[in-house]
């Protein structure tokens, strides 16, 4: 099966999934919530709707192994590994906020190879290949290549990183002619800026089903990415930097200016 092809089978799997967690969205007054730490939450909504997604893999690809935000990981014998977000921006959908999606990402040979987000509240398939093209709904879609200056770039706060620093980056952005949004879901945003609705997304530090196949999506819409093996980022995460050709390079400066100033890296 090729990588578009699979591409597909997952797509129609994150529709399902997207369904139920729809679903969910719509009676969420009767959640069940816990709180993994300080604004980090669950709900069984997340963990039923990886368990669908889950077994959708696993009937349709049952070599490659799995690897999901609330459930432990499942081996694999094929060398492809699917990273799973069943619903990125859970505090935006718990509360009522339009913003969260499914996030899936398939990675082999280091490198990710098949990207789907799919926001089912507003019935958008967001579907990258490595060197296959992004699109949106199965139409075609690019980065938008303008200065900062032109449009919006998308951040991410992690508690790993002082709150100072973050604040050093608002107003690094502000200052250099830009505007910020901070949407609740990393995974949504990278896609927003595959599809050239912000300029670029940056966030001291994600765990990859939060932005592998968000990256992806940039990289094949024609935008950059910083470089990466992302087979070690599904173990250890790190911080993502991706947009459009005139807005990645400031944005880089300005995003290891703010946290990374002290480590030389």
Request: with cysteine; aromatic share 8%; hydrophobic share 45%.
């Amino acid at each position: 099966m090729t990588y578009a092809d699979k591409a597909q089978t997952v797509l129609k799997i994150a529709k399902e999934g997207g369904a139920l967690a729809l679903d969910y969205f719509h009676r969420r007054g009767e959640l069940e919530v816990e709180s993994k730490q300080q604004q980090d939450f669950v709900s069984e909504a997340d963990r039923n709707v990886e368990t669908l997604i889950r077994a959708g893999l696993e009937a349709s690809l049952p070599q490659d192994a799995i690897v999901g935000e609330e459930h432990a990981p499942k081996p694999g014998t094929s060398g492809m590994t699917w990273v799973i977000d069943p619903i990125d921006g859970t505090t935006n959908f718990l509360t009522g906020v339009p913003f969260w999606c499914v996030a899936i990402a398939g990675v082999a040979e280091g490198k990710t190879q098949v990207a789907v987000i799919y926001d089912a509240l507003h019935d958008e398939a967001f579907l990258a290949t490595r060197g296959g093209g992004a699109t949106l709904n199965g139409a075609p879609m690019a980065v938008r290549d303008v200065p900062l200056t032109e449009g919006t770039i998308c951040v991410g706060s992690s508690r790993r990183s002082p709150p100072a620093d973050f604040a050093w980056l608002l107003q690094s952005i502000v200052e250099a002619g830009g505007v910020f949004a901070r949407t609740g879901s990393g995974a949504l945003g990278l896609a927003y800026v595959a599809a050239g609705r912000y300029l670029g997304y940056t966030e001291s530090y994600m765990n990859a089903w939060d932005c592998l196949a968000g990256q992806l999506l940039i990289a094949e819409a024609g935008g950059l990415v910083e470089e990466q093996d992302d087979a070690a980022f599904i173990a250890a995460g790190g911080r993502v930097i991706a947009g459009a050709p005139q807005v990645f390079a400031p944005l880089r400066n300005m995003t290891l200016d703010a946290f990374f100033r002290d480590s030389g890296k």
